[in-house]
């Protein structure tokens, strides 16, 4: 999972192996993400790029390695 900043948000890129084989996982962190406070939308339209508007407090990578961490942790999300 690599993180990209772009005028007012942010992207999100998901290995194809997270994508592929783990969409139902990939769904479920786009909800999550869409209740964060201080996000304003998240667009998924392709299967391993999120774009998300806005920002929230704490920071969104490790927050989201995190969130990602805690389903998968038999897996590495640098």
Same mark, same amino acid.
């Given at each position: 999972?690599? &993180?990209?900043?772009? #005028?007012g948000? &942010?992207?999100?890129? &998901? *290995?194809? /192996? $997270?994508?592929? +084989?783990? *969409?139902? %996982?990939?769904?479920? *962190?786009? /909800?999550? !993400?869409?209740?964060? #406070?201080?996000?304003?939308?998240? !667009?998924y339209?392709?299967?391993v790029? !999120?774009?998300?508007?806005?920002?929230?407090?704490? +920071?969104?990578? *490790?927050? !989201? /390695?995190?969130?990602?961490?805690?389903? %998968?942790?038999? $897996? +590495? $999300?640098?």
């Open positions: 999972m690599t &993180f990209e900043d772009r #005028p948000g &942010f992207e999100v890129w &998901f *290995s194809e /192996r $997270i994508a592929r +084989d783990h *969409s139902d %996982l990939a769904e479920a *962190s786009v /909800r999550w !993400l869409k209740v964060q #406070p201080g996000v304003q939308g998240v !667009l339209e392709d299967p790029v !999120l774009m998300v508007d806005g920002r929230w407090n704490e +920071d969104p990578k *490790s927050e !989201l /390695r995190a969130w990602w961490s805690v389903h %998968l942790d038999w $897996i +590495d $999300i640098a």
